[in-house]
């Protein structure tokens, strides 16, 4: 099947969500490992929404989180990219950027790998000044990758949207500036 991708790194390509995603994207939400730094695993009908909204974002703005294939397999791995977060805090409104990868991908390096190009696009393609990321304390995975990218610890906060949550409502704001 051929893709059309926005862009490449050397492993990935970084398109825009098609219908059979949806099956894929449902089963990474669904996986309680993957979830394990959210409230609640995503069911279909709430993926389905996601993706319907990423189209949206990537129409609208020239970005979402792009849903994210390997080159070599041609398998949708989960999404890497950027969004408008829709909450309330001292540093908005921002550009985040997130990854939410299938496990059988895990440990490869494609998170830090599309990490990376995705923010050479930013910068480069859609003139970002700056980019951030938000994570639970918790989630030591990704504020690992968020300081691989270059990223730095900009604050703490309580997140707006899962106050009364103690294990996730203690989270961390990464930031890098196009330089």
Known sequence: ???????????????????????????????????????????????????????????????CYFATVELETNAFIGFIGFARPKFNTSFMPCIDMGWRLSPSFWGMGYATEGALRCLKYGFKELGFKNVKSIAPVVNKKSIQIMKKIGMTLQLEFTHPLLKGNTKLEKCVCYEISRS
């Not at 991708?5 to 969500?17: E, V």
């Not at 669904?30 to 990537?58: G, Y």
């Open 1 to 63: 099947m051929k893709h059309n991708f926005l862009f490449t790194s050397k492993r990935l390509g970084f398109r825009n969500w098609i219908d059979s995603d949806l099956e894929s994207m449902a089963n990474i939400n669904a996986n309680s490992m993957v979830m394990e730094h959210f409230p609640s695993t995503a069911t279909q009908q709430e993926t389905f929404a996601f993706i319907k909204k990423m189209k949206a974002l990537l129409q609208e703005e020239g970005f």
